[in-house]
């Protein structure tokens, strides 16, 4: 048995069950889920019609590297979105699809780190804990770096020592962050890519938030911009994790990609042969047209701009909530202790928000999640600001 099972932590949604066990929230009120980040918005139904037009395609196996139109589709999507120099991308060479990004995020560290070398995997703080298990299931050592508010909820990368630096092999980054909703500007990721090179560490960039932003004007900007930007056109050290679940509302899809560094897409390809994942053709087709069509991307995130207004009028007089740069994730401070508070709101008023300690880890003296919790809104406009109304009941009568 892999000894390195037992370091795992419960899944946040292991410990939520927990809080609310033996509750019964009141029977009038239905209950609204804010705390697990799946889309609810309507699927594209072209990409619908393309998945059954497709069903023929079950009579073949898929091959790991995908379909060579979808890697174009992928290539074409990231120069026009990330505005990178043109031809830049080799579909043959810089892009892999795969089954979402969870799975890829996490075959990537197993791939990619050197037990040997007593490693280290630095990633945010709160953070997706599928960084913190793939680390750990890669035998390397987790490193977590705080995001809170005085920095903007970007890790403090200046204070990093040199030491941990040098143990460093893989550096996970979220931008949009997930819960904070933070984006990492260009100066910063152009930071984080000479600090690779100069220690000789990857950077696995999670942009699956990237198409849910407030500012039409101003998209969130990603790793292989800055590395284009710093003309470094091979993207070397820089990989990067997308996803159609967010952006067009295919969660059950299960189609992401991987693009980058060709040589580290190179041996990712080699450990997923073995690893047996490819995605179904039928799904690979229907993505080729999500990633196609901007439309239906820009009319999810008016769902969206839509409910944080209506909700961010109704909580902001009572809580401290602010309006994220990106994603779908409100981040707000808790007028008492962060479990107390989504126990209460469970037990009185129906409604699941997820604790930020759940998120944490104790690090540099606490827990950046502490009196925290994550708001989802993913549910319909009307359900989020019933959601809203109902926070607002339980502040005024705590």
């Known amino acids: ?151 903007g909820f970007i890790p403090d990368f200046d204070g990093v020592s040199e030491a941990t630096w040098q143990r460093c092999q893989l550096l996970y980054i979220c931008s949009p962050g997930n819960p904070t909703g933070a984006v990492i500007g260009m100066d910063t990721l152009t930071q984080l890519i000479e600090l690779a090179v100069k220690y000789d560490f990857i950077i696995a960039s999670d942009e699956c938030y990237s198409e849910i932003y407030q500012d039409e004007n101003n998209p969130p900007v990603g790793l292989l911009q800055a590395a284009n930007k710093m003309g470094n056109h091979e993207y070397k050290r820089c990989v990067v994790f997308h996803s159609l679940s967010k952006r067009s509302n295919l969660p059950g899809l299960r189609s992401g990609f991987v693009a980058g560094d060709a040589e580290i897409i190179a041996k990712f390809l080699k450990y997923r042969t073995y690893h047996g994942c490819a995605m179904p053709v039928h799904h690979q087709y229907a993505s080729i047209k999500a990633w196609n069509d901007e439309q239906h991307v820009k009319d999810n995130r008016d769902l969206y701009q839509q409910k944080f207004n209506a909700v961010l009028d109704i909580l902001s007089p009572v809580l401290d909530v602010q309006m994220p740069e990106a994603s779908f994730y409100l981040w707000p401070e808790t007028p008492v202790d962060d479990e107390t508070f989504a126990r209460e709101l469970f037990a009185r008023q129906n409604v699941t928000v997820l604790p930020g300690r759940y998120l944490s880890r104790d690090a540099e003296g606490n827990n950046p999640g502490e009196n925290r919790v994550r708001m989802a809104l993913v549910a319909p406009l009307d359900e989020c600001i019933e959601a809203a109304q109902r926070v607002k009941h339980l502040i005024e009568t705590l």
Not at 34 to 44: F, T, Y
Not at 52 to 78: D, H, M
Not at 113 to 132: A, G, H
Request: aromatic share 8%; with cysteine.
């Open 1 to 151: 048995m892999n000894h390195q099972l037992d370091k795992l932590h419960p899944y946040p949604f292991e410990k939520l069950n927990k809080l609310k066990t033996g509750i019964t929230p009141p029977a009038s009120l239905s209950h609204i889920a804010l705390s697990i980040g799946e889309p609810k918005h309507e699927s594209p139904a072209f990409v619908r019609d393309e998945l059954v037009n497709q069903l023929t395609t079950l009579s073949s196996y898929p091959l790991t590297r995908g379909l060579p139109e979808l890697r174009q589709a992928i290539c074409q999507w990231l120069t026009s979105r990330f505005s990178l120099k043109d031809n830049s991308l080799d579909a043959e060479q810089h892009v892999l699809p795969v089954n979402g990004t969870r799975e890829a995020l996490f075959a990537f560290a197993q791939a990619m780190v050197d037990s040997s070398e007593n490693p280290l995997v630095m990633m945010p703080n709160p953070f997706y804990q599928i960084y913190e298990g793939a680390a750990l299931l890669a035998g390397a050592e987790p490193c977590y770096l705080n995001t809170i508010a005085e920095n």
